[in-house]
Protein backbone atom coordinates (compact mmCIF):
# COMPACT_ATOMS: atom_id res chain seq x y z
CA UNK A 1 0.00 0.00 0.00
CA UNK A 2 1.15 3.75 -0.78
CA UNK A 3 -0.29 6.01 1.36
CA UNK A 4 2.00 8.89 1.87
CA UNK A 5 1.41 10.70 -1.83
CA UNK A 6 -2.51 10.23 -1.30
CA UNK A 7 -2.62 11.50 2.43
CA UNK A 8 0.01 14.59 1.50
CA UNK A 9 -2.14 15.86 -1.88
CA UNK A 10 -5.22 15.20 -0.07
CA UNK A 11 -4.22 17.50 3.20
CA UNK A 12 -2.65 20.40 0.55
CA UNK A 13 -5.37 20.30 -1.52
CA UNK A 14 -7.59 20.68 1.52
CA UNK A 15 -5.67 23.32 2.73
CA UNK A 16 -6.07 25.27 -0.16
CA UNK A 17 -9.67 24.86 -1.41
CA UNK A 18 -10.97 25.70 2.25
CA UNK A 19 -8.47 28.56 2.80
CA UNK A 20 -10.33 30.45 0.01
CA UNK A 21 -13.30 30.08 2.93
CA UNK A 22 -11.56 32.71 4.73
CA UNK A 23 -9.92 35.61 2.45
CA UNK A 24 -9.10 39.07 3.54
CA UNK A 25 -6.46 41.01 2.79
CA UNK A 26 -3.15 42.70 3.83
CA UNK A 27 -0.83 46.25 3.25
CA UNK A 28 2.88 46.01 2.74
CA UNK A 29 5.29 44.42 0.40
CA UNK A 30 4.72 44.73 -2.93
CA UNK A 31 1.75 47.47 -3.66
CA UNK A 32 1.05 46.61 -7.17
CA UNK A 33 1.39 42.59 -6.15
CA UNK A 34 -0.17 43.43 -2.86
CA UNK A 35 -3.20 45.35 -4.09
CA UNK A 36 -3.67 42.22 -6.98
CA UNK A 37 -3.75 39.59 -4.11
CA UNK A 38 -6.14 41.95 -1.97
CA UNK A 39 -8.55 42.47 -5.06
CA UNK A 40 -8.73 38.59 -5.94
CA UNK A 41 -8.77 37.27 -2.31
CA UNK A 42 -11.64 39.62 -1.79
CA UNK A 43 -13.81 37.96 -4.52
CA UNK A 44 -12.25 34.45 -3.42
CA UNK A 45 -14.01 34.83 -0.04
CA UNK A 46 -17.27 36.70 -1.63
CA UNK A 47 -17.38 33.44 -3.57
CA UNK A 48 -16.81 30.80 -1.28
CA UNK A 49 -18.17 31.72 2.01
CA UNK A 50 -21.67 30.95 0.10
CA UNK A 51 -20.11 27.54 -0.48
CA UNK A 52 -21.54 24.93 1.70
CA UNK A 53 -20.43 21.88 -0.20
CA UNK A 54 -18.43 21.38 -3.42
CA UNK A 55 -18.17 18.52 -5.68
CA UNK A 56 -15.20 18.41 -9.14
CA UNK A 57 -13.57 16.03 -11.05
CA UNK A 58 -9.91 16.82 -10.95
CA UNK A 59 -6.96 15.71 -12.07
CA UNK A 60 -3.83 15.61 -9.88
CA UNK A 61 -0.03 15.93 -11.56
CA UNK A 62 3.10 15.66 -9.44
CA UNK A 63 6.44 16.17 -10.29
CA UNK A 64 9.61 15.01 -8.19
CA UNK A 65 12.48 16.22 -7.94
CA UNK A 66 13.98 13.01 -6.31
CA UNK A 67 13.07 11.05 -9.54
CA UNK A 68 14.28 13.46 -11.75
CA UNK A 69 11.09 15.21 -12.84
CA UNK A 70 11.39 18.72 -14.79
CA UNK A 71 9.24 18.15 -18.44
CA UNK A 72 5.82 16.82 -18.83
CA UNK A 73 6.86 13.61 -19.60
CA UNK A 74 8.11 12.98 -16.06
CA UNK A 75 5.07 14.04 -14.62
CA UNK A 76 2.62 11.31 -13.17
CA UNK A 77 -1.02 11.98 -13.57
CA UNK A 78 -3.85 11.16 -12.07
CA UNK A 79 -7.43 11.58 -12.07
CA UNK A 80 -10.98 11.31 -10.04
CA UNK A 81 -13.36 12.80 -8.69
CA UNK A 82 -13.08 15.43 -4.83
CA UNK A 83 -16.04 16.70 -2.37
CA UNK A 84 -16.07 18.90 0.26
CA UNK A 85 -18.68 19.81 2.81
CA UNK A 86 -18.13 22.32 5.60
CA UNK A 87 -17.42 21.33 8.21
CA UNK A 88 -14.42 19.18 7.50
CA UNK A 89 -15.75 16.60 5.51
CA UNK A 90 -14.05 15.52 1.93
CA UNK A 91 -13.56 12.40 -0.16
CA UNK A 92 -11.14 12.03 -2.54
CA UNK A 93 -12.25 8.95 -5.45
CA UNK A 94 -9.11 8.34 -7.37
CA UNK A 95 -10.14 6.26 -10.24
CA UNK A 96 -6.89 6.05 -12.51
CA UNK A 97 -4.06 4.79 -12.96
CA UNK A 98 -5.02 2.90 -10.35
CA UNK A 99 -8.39 3.36 -7.75
CA UNK A 100 -7.81 4.09 -3.75
CA UNK A 101 -10.25 6.75 -1.48
CA UNK A 102 -9.54 9.20 0.78
CA UNK A 103 -12.37 9.98 3.16
CA UNK A 104 -13.13 12.12 5.99
CA UNK A 105 -15.98 12.76 8.00
CA UNK A 106 -13.89 16.03 9.82
CA UNK A 107 -13.34 13.38 12.67
CA UNK A 108 -11.59 10.26 11.02
CA UNK A 109 -9.61 9.68 8.15
CA UNK A 110 -9.64 6.41 5.92
CA UNK A 111 -7.16 5.69 2.97
CA UNK A 112 -8.43 2.92 1.20
CA UNK A 113 -6.62 0.59 -1.28
CA UNK A 114 -8.87 -2.06 -3.07
CA UNK A 115 -5.92 -3.65 -4.70
CA UNK A 116 -3.94 -4.15 -1.45
CA UNK A 117 -7.52 -4.59 0.41
CA UNK A 118 -6.49 -2.83 3.09
CA UNK A 119 -7.64 0.87 4.72
CA UNK A 120 -5.64 2.85 7.07
CA UNK A 121 -7.54 5.01 9.19
CA UNK A 122 -6.36 7.67 11.49
CA UNK A 123 -7.96 10.48 13.95
CA UNK A 124 -8.26 13.39 11.97
CA UNK A 125 -7.86 15.96 15.51
CA UNK A 126 -4.52 13.68 16.61
CA UNK A 127 -1.26 15.84 16.13
CA UNK A 128 -1.10 13.69 12.88
CA UNK A 129 -2.61 16.48 11.29
CA UNK A 130 -0.79 20.01 12.25
CA UNK A 131 -0.02 23.08 11.39
CA UNK A 132 -2.12 25.03 8.79
CA UNK A 133 -3.90 21.72 7.09
CA UNK A 134 -5.87 20.99 9.98
CA UNK A 135 -7.02 24.69 10.68
CA UNK A 136 -8.28 24.32 7.15
CA UNK A 137 -9.60 20.88 7.92
CA UNK A 138 -11.42 22.02 10.46
CA UNK A 139 -12.86 25.38 8.73
CA UNK A 140 -10.99 27.57 11.20
CA UNK A 141 -8.15 29.11 9.07
CA UNK A 142 -7.93 32.62 8.27
CA UNK A 143 -5.66 32.51 4.76
CA UNK A 144 -3.82 35.95 5.53
CA UNK A 145 -3.03 34.90 9.10
CA UNK A 146 -1.72 31.98 8.27
CA UNK A 147 -0.02 33.11 5.05
CA UNK A 148 1.67 36.06 3.22
CA UNK A 149 -0.71 36.24 -0.16
CA UNK A 150 0.55 37.77 -3.36
CA UNK A 151 -0.55 38.46 -6.67
CA UNK A 152 0.61 37.13 -9.97
CA UNK A 153 -0.78 37.52 -13.35
CA UNK A 154 -2.92 40.51 -12.45
CA UNK A 155 -3.62 41.68 -16.29
CA UNK A 156 -4.43 38.33 -17.36
CA UNK A 157 -7.07 35.42 -16.16
CA UNK A 158 -6.76 33.52 -14.43
CA UNK A 159 -4.88 35.30 -11.43
CA UNK A 160 -2.51 33.54 -9.44
CA UNK A 161 -1.91 34.17 -6.08
CA UNK A 162 0.84 32.91 -3.78
CA UNK A 163 0.76 31.74 -0.49
CA UNK A 164 3.79 31.54 1.77
CA UNK A 165 3.01 30.16 5.10
CA UNK A 166 4.16 32.54 8.04
CA UNK A 167 5.02 29.32 10.43
CA UNK A 168 7.54 26.74 9.67
CA UNK A 169 5.81 23.95 7.22
CA UNK A 170 6.54 20.94 5.42
CA UNK A 171 6.07 22.78 1.99
CA UNK A 172 7.64 26.16 0.96
CA UNK A 173 4.39 27.88 -1.33
CA UNK A 174 0.65 27.05 -2.25
CA UNK A 175 -0.44 28.75 -5.55
CA UNK A 176 -4.01 29.59 -6.40
CA UNK A 177 -5.09 29.90 -10.64
CA UNK A 178 -8.10 31.94 -9.84
CA UNK A 179 -11.18 33.51 -12.43
CA UNK A 180 -10.02 37.05 -12.18
CA UNK A 181 -14.13 37.69 -12.15
CA UNK A 182 -15.69 35.58 -10.24
CA UNK A 183 -13.13 34.39 -7.43
CA UNK A 184 -13.63 30.98 -8.42
CA UNK A 185 -10.14 28.49 -7.71
CA UNK A 186 -9.91 26.29 -11.12
CA UNK A 187 -5.69 24.91 -10.08
CA UNK A 188 -4.09 24.61 -7.35
CA UNK A 189 0.04 24.08 -6.84
CA UNK A 190 1.81 22.47 -3.77
CA UNK A 191 5.56 23.17 -4.31
CA UNK A 192 7.17 21.55 -1.25
CA UNK A 193 10.24 22.28 0.56
CA UNK A 194 12.48 20.27 -1.85
CA UNK A 195 10.90 21.58 -5.01
CA UNK A 196 8.43 18.48 -5.71
CA UNK A 197 5.41 19.64 -7.11
CA UNK A 198 1.82 18.97 -6.87
CA UNK A 199 -0.79 20.55 -9.10
CA UNK A 200 -4.67 19.72 -8.92
CA UNK A 201 -7.28 21.16 -11.86
CA UNK A 202 -10.56 21.35 -11.15
CA UNK A 203 -13.15 20.60 -13.50
CA UNK A 204 -16.73 20.58 -13.61
CA UNK A 205 -17.26 22.22 -10.34
CA UNK A 206 -21.02 22.06 -8.58
CA UNK A 207 -22.06 23.80 -5.26
CA UNK A 208 -24.45 23.67 -2.60
CA UNK A 209 -25.89 20.00 -3.67
CA UNK A 210 -26.12 18.84 0.04
CA UNK A 211 -24.54 15.31 -0.27
CA UNK A 212 -25.43 13.20 2.12
CA UNK A 213 -23.08 12.70 5.36
CA UNK A 214 -22.99 8.97 4.56
CA UNK A 215 -20.82 10.09 1.29
CA UNK A 216 -18.33 10.92 3.94
CA UNK A 217 -17.64 7.41 6.09
CA UNK A 218 -16.23 4.42 4.95
CA UNK A 219 -17.39 1.16 6.02
CA UNK A 220 -14.30 -1.06 5.20
CA UNK A 221 -15.66 -3.83 2.73
CA UNK A 222 -15.63 -7.71 4.18
CA UNK A 223 -11.78 -9.00 3.76
CA UNK A 224 -10.54 -5.58 4.14
CA UNK A 225 -7.27 -5.38 6.46
CA UNK A 226 -8.09 -2.49 8.78
CA UNK A 227 -4.77 -0.95 9.89
CA UNK A 228 -4.97 1.60 13.02
CA UNK A 229 -2.39 4.12 12.56
CA UNK A 230 -1.32 6.04 15.74
CA UNK A 231 -0.65 9.74 15.60
CA UNK A 232 2.84 11.28 13.97
CA UNK A 233 4.78 13.99 14.45
Same mark, same amino acid.
Given at each position: ?????????????????????????????????? /?????????????????????????????????????????????????????????????????????? /???????????????????????????????????????????????????? /?????????????????????????????????????????????????????????????????????????????
Amino acid at each position: MKPSPFLVSFLLATAIVAAATAASAEPGGDPVAA /DCGEATARRVQARYDQVRDLSADFVQTTRSVALGGGGASDAQEVRGRVHFAKPGRMRWEYRSPEPSLVVS /DGGTLWIYDPVAKEVQVLTVEAGFLSGAAIQFLLGEGKILETFRVTGKGCEG /DPVTLLLHPREPATYERLELAVEAASGEIRETEVIDLFGNRTRVVFEGMSTNQNPPATLFRFEPPEGVRVLELAPGP
